[in-house]
């Protein structure tokens, strides 16, 4: 899977898929797109600062998919529940 294969399945396909699984390489291939983006907003806003509303429609319309392919990329890990075995690697008070 490359870079504009895996932007296009986890913002298509896979918009708001929480149940199947995903592959190492579309978790960190949308990391790094979302990476880029964010930056390139980020000098764009410090240009145009009108820019600052496109940015948080691209933030809203991309949060359910940023979350959706992070919990099918836990679902991959070697325990069957990775959600849970994540949320209780922290004890009560934050450390770990």
């Known amino acids: 899977m490359n870079f504009v ?3 296009q ?3 298509t396909t ?3 898929n929480f149940n199947s699984r995903s592959a190492r390489p579309e978790f960190w291939w949308y990391v790094l797109f979302s990476i880029i983006v964010s930056a390139v907003f980020y000098f764009l806003v410090k240009a145009v600062p009108a820019i600052n509303y496109v940015q948080m429609i691209y933030g809203l319309a991309t949060l359910i998919p940023g979350i ?3 919990v099918r990329r836990l679902m991959t890990s070697t325990n069957p529940d990775g959600l849970s075995s994540s ?3 922290l ?3 934050g450390s770990y």
């Open 5 to 7: 294969e895996a932007v």
């Open 9 to 11: 399945t986890v913002l």
């Open 14 to 16: 896979n918009y708001a």
């Open 68 to 70: 959706a392919v992070a």
């Open 87 to 89: 949320a209780s690697s």
């Open 91 to 93: 004890s009560s008070d």
